[in-house]
């Protein structure tokens, strides 16, 4: 391991991983998604093999993957990982992304220099509020800032390398991955859990300071396709049957006050008709479906199915059909059987100095797909708010603190006794 004890700091990093273009793409059939992702995936690669993780490879579907050792005394220690994935949000531009520190933020409102209506304001964000004093990371105005989950990717490896460097910090085994593809629900598809050989694993992608998180919603998506009757409109008397006005009387059927994302919080799942692939002969409306508890995806299908076949019965000579994917679970239906994961991560964030802060992801995560595949892994703040959007921003003092949480938890382990996975 290299001996010298000058350490890049965590805003260092991210500062130059967030220059790099790795926006996803969920219109590619390619994996990863986008090739540039693979740019930062191979320097990560590169610097986690100068820091002496001499294991440290990238896979042909872009899933980094490297070893910390143990320190002496700690090799039987549970094998924990540390993950964050490096794609940003096709949402928003991340080409030629400016980040901007606002060192000791004085608590006024930041306008970005690039777009001066792209304003942040402290009345507006009640987070934002309470930074007065830190330094805070912007973006320009015109591209998102990355901080999801650039800044995860900075806090892991700002982990590792005080690792390396700072031998009294104990640790046993630590496995650590880069992932692509994360903001389109592909990333960890391909991941080797066997491979990766962990207990357990914690992904860097949360949000407010002191967060964990260890629920998600669960998640399908449905396509509702009605099929219409198409000839020349000039000779439609009685014979066409326009599929797209079929499908508008059906989405207008949809529930107004609830049940929607712009009507529901906390735990309440929704119904989310997000693209429409029309044409007079054939229409499909595409659906996300929403809901902590696994068992009322079924239900909110059920609502659709019906709705939509109430429709076709007003609209003569028109059908429906109807395609079901699963997407995601809820973690927490993995995680409830692995409580010392969960309590592991509380008492490293308290023992940072910050207060634990149980929270539900009202979305999915790596941690969601991993722990459906057999790798409990919950999800640990690094500080992002605003994210997929230019008003992207992240405290320099939330990071430093995750990465104490990351420092703090690896020692927790050293003192527990698992039962090795078979």
Known sequence: ???????????????????????????????????????????????????????????EFGIV????PATPGNERAPVIGYLAHVDTSPEMSGANVK?????????RDLVLPDDPSAVLSPREDAHLASKKGEDIVTASGTT????????????VMAAVEQFVKRPELVHGPIRISFTPDEEIGRGVRHFDVARFA??????????????????????????????GRNTHPGFAHRVMVNAIKVAADFVSRLPRTSLSPETTRDREGFVHPNNVDATVDRTSVKFIIRDF???????????????????????????????????????RDVLSHHPKVVELAREAVREAGVTPVDSRIRGGTDGSILSEMGLPTPN????????????????????????????????????EKVTPRT
Not at 23 to 45: E, F, G, M, N, R
Not at 65 to 68: D, E, G, K, S, V
Not at 389 to 415: C, F, P, Y
């Open 293 to 331: 508890e696994t068992k009322e995806l079924a239900a909110q299908e059920d609502l659709l199915r019906k709705l939509a076949q109430e429709t076709v019965k007003d609209w003569p000579g028109s059908s429906v059909s109807f395609e079901v994917t699963a997407s995601y679970r809820n973690m």
């Open 65 to 68: 993957m490297a070893t910390l």
């Open 99 to 107: 980040p901007i520190v606002h060192r000791d933020y004085d608590g």
């Open 1 to 59: 391991m290299p001996a010298t004890t000058q350490q890049t700091s965590v805003l260092e990093r991210f500062l130059r991983y967030v220059q790099v273009d790795t926006t996803s793409d969920p219109t590619s059939t390619t994996i990863p998604s986008t090739a540039k992702q693979l740019v930062l995936l191979d320097q990560l690669v590169a610097e986690l093999k100068a820091l002496g993780l001499a294991d440290a490879t990238r896979d």
């Open 380 to 415: 640990i703040f690094t500080g992002q708010h605003r994210f997929h959007s230019r008003l992207e921003w992240i405290s320099v003092q939330d990071m430093e603190a995750s990465v104490r949480v990351l420092l703090n938890l690896a020692r927790h382990w050293t003192g």
């Open 144 to 155: 998102l800032l990355g901080a999801d989950d650039k800044s995860g990717v900075a806090v």
């Open 198 to 227: 962990a207990h357990c694993a914690y992904t860097l992608d949360g949000a407010a300071l002191g967060t964990v998180e260890a629920e998600t919603f669960s998640a399908d998506s449905m396509i509702v396709t009605f099929q």
